[in-house]
């Protein structure tokens, strides 16, 4: 299955600053997906992306406040823009592992924002 | 739409038997998983089962799927110190997995 390796993986933010977290995979694949989790909390899908075409934004995420970069089929990026303490998370990215491998998921970034 | 509950908490003696269990909504997944996330770590993929299969065994692991009753379980035979963990359980929809809420399993000696 593939290997992600994601940075920073912890970052503590001022407010109103944005953070960019990134994330690279070691073969290559067509979709990535970015989730958050929110303490205490479960996953949740922020967006896909695929490379040459605009991120697609799951309800109640918008591109403005989490835009995302997808230059190549190895590479993502995604910004928490003008950051407030609710965005206080950790924030993982995911690939598919290919037929029956599964989801293979980044060590994550945890995000505290003061 | 897609809806994963899993209950919150299961406390389970070391050397025991843990079932943890997950219902899901969504009738046309195709694959469902079970994750292990660990304290300050990221998600371990730990085992999956294809939605046509009704057991699937990996060494200490046995999930069963009732497919009528959209009920997914995950027992750890033999349960140790290491396995006290998040565990979540996840159907794959169309494009993207739904993750239920996750059970905090605690091993106690």
């Known amino acids: 299955s593939a290997v992600i390796s994601q940075k920073p993986s912890r970052d503590i933010c001022q407010r109103g600053t944005s953070l960019t977290i990134q994330c690279q995979v070691d073969?290559?694949?067509?979709?990535m997906f970015w989730y958050r989790q929110q303490p205490g909390q479960s996953l949740t899908l922020i967006a896909t992306?695929?490379?040459?075409?605009?991120?697609?934004?799951e309800s109640g995420f918008v591109i403005d406040k989490f835009p995302i970069s997808r230059p190549n089929l190895t590479f993502s990026t995604l910004t928490v823009s003008n950051m407030s303490p609710e965005d206080s998370s950790i924030y993982l990215c995911s690939v598919e592992g290919g037929q029956g491998y599964g989801y293979t998921f980044g060590s994550g970034t945890r995000l505290t924002v003061v | 739409g897609e809806d994963v509950e899993q209950s919150l908490f299961l406390s389970v003696r070391e050397g025991d038997s843990s079932v943890i269990n997950c219902t899901y909504t969504?009738?046309?997944?195709?694959?469902l998983y079970w994750y292990k996330q660990e304290p300050g770590a990221g998600l371990q993929l730990l085992t999956y089962?294809?939605?046509?299969?009704d057991m699937k065994q990996d060494q200490r692991l046995t999930v069963l799927l009732n497919k009528k009753d959209k009920h997914l379980s995950l027992r750890i035979a033999d349960t140790q110190t290491g396995d006290s963990a998040i565990y979540f359980c996840a159907e794959k929809g169309d494009y993207k997995l739904s993750f239920g809420a996750g059970t905090t399993v605690t091993v106690r000696a």
């Open positions: 992306a695929n490379q040459g075409s605009e991120a697609t934004y």
């Open positions: 089962i294809f939605s046509n299969m």
């Open positions: 969504d009738s046309s997944s195709t694959y």
């Open positions: 073969s290559q694949v067509t979709m």
